[in-house]
């Protein structure tokens, strides 16, 4: 038997001209960075939140608030490394990650494959068990005016339970 639990990610974060632009755990050049207390990676942020929500473990804030300096400019992937180790030691493990990145600017296709393996890396998954899609908001709403860019995650875990 099979103990399922399902998570949802959402991050968001707005244009900062003075910062790297960091998604999927990779540097996407860009003319303008996303501003955050971290490195505003807002597809690892939107990920780590659908793990942390599936193990019933609160959200990114409550284990990285951004009121902490030992978090200042960390690199995103360092808190999904934490994270993992926060799900494996409640006793779950990762079925999938599916995952959307919402930004009219930069066009991100060319870079998906290489998140796909970072995240995978980081987490110790196979490439498959990571999706990662990109799309524009058709120029409506802050994504659409290029202000920001968003992101929403879904994670499956699961853990094995004794049977009857």
Do not use: W
């Not at 659409?144 to 994670?155: F, L, P, Q």
Request: glycine share 10%; aromatic share 6%; charged share 25%.
């Amino acid at each position: 038997m099979f103990n399922f639990r399902v998570g949802i990610g959402y991050d968001v974060h707005k244009f900062a001209s003075d910062r790297k632009l960091f998604l999927g755990g990779i540097e996407i050049p860009s003319e303008k960075g996303l501003e955050g207390h971290s490195d505003a990676d807002v597809l690892l942020h939107s990920i780590c939140d659908a793990l942390l929500g599936a193990a019933s473990l609160g959200d990114i804030g409550k284990h990285f608030p951004n009121t902490d300096e030992k978090f200042k400019d960390i690199s995103s992937l360092v808190l999904l490394e934490k994270v993992n180790e926060l799900i494996s030691s409640n006793g779950y493990l990762i079925g999938n990650i599916d995952a959307t990145v919402l930004a009219e600017k930069p066009k991100l296709l060319p870079y998906i494959d290489q998140m796909k393996n970072k995240i995978a890396e980081t987490l110790n998954l196979s490439v498959d068990q990571i999706s990662i899609k990109a799309t524009t908001n058709e120029k409506i709403g802050f994504v659409g005016r290029e202000e920001g860019i968003a992101a929403i995650s879904v994670a499956l875990l699961y853990r094995q339970t004794s049977g009857k």
